[in-house]
């Protein structure tokens, strides 16, 4: 949540609001993970009956989607009927882009704890998560299969509208082999070979994850060219690409560790080939953004960062690749476009 006043004009008001922030985004989640937005796609209900689907306490869950229609998140009606609105829309599961599974990966423990912590990585320079579960994300994730499935869930929720500018942004026709290093379930390198029919690639990630994949892109009929490869980018890249795409990887990551993950694909990929990294970037003007925001969910939670364009041309450099152009596109992310120096 952010002010829209951030040079002044601001009331204790305003501040008491984005304070109780955090309280807001919880009864998202909780409406999110309870699938009251579907309870309510075919007209209002009484929430005795949403309670009684949701197996919720009836007063309690009053009170949260009560606090949530105030903020135009569902719509109170009289009787205590509650209907959809439009912010609430997105809470539905079959609606194309649903962001109720990211509400539900941002309310689980893994993430409300880790950023409870921030205090902690100030102090440290370390993530929150660590300081709480001992561990890195992505290691929790191998062990408890839970946590992995609710952020594999999470980010594909927020990557269908950022394939689609994607693909709409980037011209891959000319390219033979994609690589999509740690590409999680496959849904943008399935969305890049359905656009381009003449196409291949290579889906990369670790073994955890590839065993989930192969569904998908089954599902998506994609099998017959899409390779499914299990490793671990820190000990290698799979070669035979001409183009290497990283999606929201880099900014996983503090600049020891991207530099190594770089430098492992500029050992990998051609003189001839293209390196897209596909990431949020930071304005070099402090006004308000979601990459800003973002970042201090890096610094909690992943241990990673956020990057200014200067920033990854600097990363970039240090791993032997030299930045073309930025590509934005319609969606909160843009195309690093790279080339082997």
């Given at each position: 949540?952010?002010?829209?006043?951030?040079?002044?004009?601001?009331?204790?008001?305003?501040?008491?609001?984005?304070?109780?922030?955090?309280?807001?985004?919880?009864?998202?989640?909780?409406?999110?993970?309870?699938?009251?937005?579907?309870?309510?796609?075919?007209?209002?209900?009484?929430?005795?009956?949403?309670?009684?689907?949701?197996?919720?306490?009836?007063?309690?869950?009053?009170?949260?989607?009560?606090?949530?229609?105030?903020?135009?998140?569902?719509?109170?009606?009289?009787?205590?009927?509650?209907?959809?609105?439009?912010?609430?829309?997105?809470?539905?599961?079959?609606?194309?882009?649903?962001?109720?599974?990211?509400?539900?990966?941002?309310?689980?423990?893994?993430?409300?704890?880790?950023?409870?912590?921030?205090?902690?990585?100030?102090?440290?320079?370390?993530?929150?998560?660590?300081?709480?579960?001992?561990?890195?994300?992505?290691?929790?994730?191998?062990?408890?299969?839970?946590?992995?499935?609710?952020?594999?869930?999470?980010?594909?929720?927020?990557?269908?509208?950022?394939?689609?500018?994607?693909?709409?942004?980037?011209?891959?026709?000319?390219?033979?082999?994609?690589?999509?290093?740690?590409?999680?379930?496959?849904?943008?390198?399935?969305?890049?070979?359905?656009?381009?029919?003449?196409?291949?690639?290579?889906?990369?990630?670790?073994?955890?994850?590839?065993?989930?994949?192969?569904?998908?892109?089954?599902?998506?009929?994609?099998?017959?060219?899409?390779?499914?490869?299990?490793?671990?980018?820190?000990?290698?890249?799979?070669?035979?690409?001409?183009?290497?795409?990283?999606?929201?990887?880099?900014?996983?990551?503090?600049?020891?560790?991207?530099?190594?993950?770089?430098?492992?694909?500029?050992?990998?990929?051609?003189?001839?080939g293209r390196l897209l990294l596909i990431e949020?970037?930071?304005?070099?003007?402090?006004?308000?953004?979601?990459?800003?925001?973002?970042?201090?969910?890096?610094?909690?939670?992943?241990?990673?960062?956020?990057?200014?364009?200067?920033?990854?041309?600097?990363?970039?450099?240090?791993?032997?690749?030299?930045?073309?152009?930025?590509?934005?596109?319609?969606?909160?992310?843009?195309?690093?476009?790279?080339?082997?120096?």
């Amino acid at each position: 949540m952010m002010s829209s006043s951030p040079q002044g004009n601001s009331s204790g008001q305003d501040m008491l609001g984005l304070i109780a922030g955090f309280w807001l985004s919880q009864a998202i989640y909780v409406a999110a993970k309870l699938g009251i937005a579907d309870l309510l796609q075919d007209g209002p209900k009484s929430v005795a009956y949403l309670a009684r689907q949701a197996e919720a306490h009836e007063p309690s869950l009053y009170r949260v989607l009560r606090a949530l229609s105030s903020r135009a998140i569902f719509s109170e009606l009289p009787e205590r009927l509650f209907a959809l609105s439009p912010a609430a829309e997105w809470l539905r599961g079959e609606k194309p882009g649903s962001l109720r599974p990211y509400a539900i990966m941002m309310g689980e423990q893994w993430v409300w704890r880790s950023v409870g912590e921030m205090l902690h990585s100030v102090h440290t320079g370390r993530s929150g998560f660590e300081h709480v579960f001992g561990m890195r994300t992505f290691d929790y994730h191998a062990t408890h299969p839970d946590a992995a499935r609710f952020s594999l869930e999470g980010m594909t929720s927020r990557s269908a509208t950022e394939n689609a500018a994607i693909v709409d942004a980037y011209d891959f026709s000319d390219a033979t082999t994609i690589i999509d290093v740690a590409g999680g379930q496959g849904t943008l390198l399935c969305s890049i070979l359905a656009a381009n029919p003449s196409l291949r690639g290579t889906l990369f990630d670790m073994q955890h994850v590839i065993g989930t994949a192969g569904a998908l892109v089954e599902r998506a009929g994609l099998l017959g060219r899409c390779r499914l490869a299990a490793g671990n980018f820190f000990d290698f890249v799979p070669g035979d690409g001409d183009i290497y795409i990283l999606k929201k990887v880099i900014h996983d990551w503090e600049n020891g560790e991207a530099h190594a993950i770089l430098s492992n694909c500029r050992r990998a990929i051609p003189t001839t080939g293209r390196l897209l990294l596909i990431e949020l970037i930071v304005p070099a003007r402090n006004l308000p953004s979601f990459a800003t925001m973002l970042d201090l969910l890096m610094l909690a939670y992943a241990g990673g960062r956020e990057r200014t364009a200067d920033d990854y041309r600097e990363l970039l450099t240090s791993a032997g690749f030299r930045l073309h152009r930025i590509i934005p596109t319609t969606s909160n992310v843009s195309l690093i476009e790279a080339f082997p120096s």
